[in-house]
């Protein structure tokens, strides 16, 4: 393997378990030195660290040389702004992609989590998987694995959220599932609710999820879902559902029955969770959780819910 990209060579950790012979590329000595030492340390000693250009360290080899490349494109440009498109990244995969394919079978590229995953895959055809990659919730990486000479309609898509309280999620669908998926939905909430968490939003698996669980969608742009029965192994949140009632600010002390304190989230709303903040008064925190949404009928509701 070649991680072009070593940095502080945390990556390069991580992904040398296993294999016989890595080369850790990096262009400042400082961190080639600093890389070197850890190395050492932790006893891997299949790394070889070389200071260089990255590019020009994979044209010395003779091609397919390579089982595995690694690289994390820089994301910040010569002022220090973030950026997201694959042809502002350092270095520009866009251009660099034909000589990575020469030379590994596989390409392992790691990406914002800001960019658009459609866009992205029409920049790199050769991509057989997709991995977003979110911890407690929130979305930290995408991965795209490039295979040489492949070029699927569909690649696998990979949707991970690291939990540090509970088991890892996981969900797998290639797009044309979710294509082709016929979306369930219902009239109104039912005993659960469901949030998905981010690496499916992020990711697009919407209509797919009422086929792989037995879950109903509130409305197609709400991205929530109910069931009667508890579903344990819904990739998100669950929730069980205490009752629902239309958005209308004056009742609302009335529907909330006393309560001081609430989570809020808002889904296909038109209000933000500071609005209502200020129309119910409620303070953040406790052990209701309400979320601000639009049923399949278009009415405005608060959905009031505990946990299971």
Known sequence: MADLTGGFGVDCFFLAKGLEKVLYVERQAELCDLAKNNFEVLGLKQ??????????????????NFDLIFLDPARRDNKGGKVVALSD?????????PLLLENAKYVLVKLSPMLDISLALKSLP????VHVVSVDGECKELLFLL????????????????????EDQLFQFKKGEEIRAECVYAEIPGAYL?????????????????QAFDVRKLHPNSHLYTSDQLITNFPGRAFQIESFFPFHPKDLK???????????????????VAEIRKKTK???????????????????????????
């Open 126 to 129: 050769e991509t057989v998987e």
């Open 47 to 64: 790394i070889q660290v070389v200071q260089g250009d990255g590019v020009e360290v994979v044209k010395a080899f003779t091609k397919k």
């Open 254 to 272: 009335m529907q909330l029955g006393g309560i001081q304190k609430a989570n809020i989230t808002v889904r296909n709303f038109p209000n933000t």
């Open 147 to 166: 295979k040489s000479g492949s070029s699927p309609e569909f690649p696998q898509i990979n949707c991970v959220n690291i939990r540090s309280k509970d």
């Open 282 to 308: 409620l303070r953040e925190g406790g052990d209701v959780y309400l979320f601000a949404t639009t049923l399949l009928d278009e009415k405005k509701v608060l959905i009031s819910c505990k946990k299971p």
């Open 89 to 97: 990244c350092e270095p520009d995969l866009t251009l660099l992609k």
């Open 194 to 210: 469901y949030e998905p968490n981010f690496s499916l939003l992020k990711a697009g698996a919407f209509s797919i999820l009422t």
